[in-house]
């Protein structure tokens, strides 16, 4: 019996840990802390994390999936890299979608609750903005943004803009500053476009969306031939 509960709960924590893994190296990714340039071992990311090989391994090839890291046979992993032309396509397609979506949803209105929901996750950017911290603001941001377009009930209009999203970051956060700034402008956006969705303004809401999604467009840029934002865990060295 306590040899059951000991395997019970190894299968409740094994998942957490690759979990874990999954969100700090992602993390590393999105902030250009890893880089396309370099080839990264299993066994050092776990050194540096501080966690056995096997979450890592696993978090890992749940990068693989999702198309964030390419795995090279018994070396390691690489950040997958877009071309500059590559990330303007990804850009012009986000504005195809984004924004008659959002005048949608300012056209057809919000309902109390949803509105209210959406001005909470408006009010989490703002908070994690005003600490400057970058990876919890991307989690909160890309939060609300799914959840503002999950108000049309199209699943896969929903999952096209997250993967699109989680794509563009792929190139890192270029800055030579801290984001901070960026972020807080960012989140008061949010608070915009959501009074113009609560007024039922579509052209509102559809301007403050484009230039919303402009204005990012110059902080995500070619890691090649920029400076990104590090949270110094990683040197590059595999």
């Known amino acids: 019996m306590e040899t059951s509960q000991k395997s019970s709960a190894g299968l409740v924590s094994a998942p957490s840990l690759r979990e ?8 590393l990714v999105i902030t250009g802390q890893m880089r396309p340039d370099q080839l990264y071992s299993v066994p050092r990311l776990a050194a540096d994390l501080g966690v056995s090989a096997t979450p890592v391994r696993e978090a890992l090839l749940d990068l693989e999936r999702e198309g964030l890291l390419e795995a090279e046979r018994n070396r390691g992993f690489r950040v997958v890299s877009l071309s500059l032309n590559e990330l303007n396509d990804i850009f012009a397609v986000r504005l195809l979608l984004e924004v008659p979506s959002v005048g949608d949803i300012a056209q057809d209105g919000l309902s109390e609750r949803q509105l209210r929901e959406l001005y909470q996750l408006a009010e989490a950017t703002r908070e994690t903005a005003d600490t400057g911290d970058l990876i919890a603001f991307l989690d909160t941001d890309l939060k609300f943004h799914v959840h503002l377009i999950a108000t049309l009930g199209n699943h896969y209009l ?22 901070r700034d960026f972020l807080r402008q960012s989140a008061g956006e949010h608070f915009k476009l959501l009074d113009y969705i609560s007024e039922q303004d579509r052209s509102g809401a559809e301007a403050t969306i484009r230039r919303h999604l402009e204005r990012s467009r110059g902080v995500w840029g070619d890691r090649h031939g920029a400076t ?6 990683l040197d590059g060295s595999p």
């Open 228 to 233: 990104t934002q590090s949270v110094g865990i």
């Open 158 to 179: 929903t999952k096209m803009v997250e993967t699109l999203r989680d794509r563009v970051r792929l190139q890192g956060f270029v800055s030579g500053d801290s984001p």
């Open 20 to 27: 874990q893994a999954r969100q700090v190296i992602r993390g």
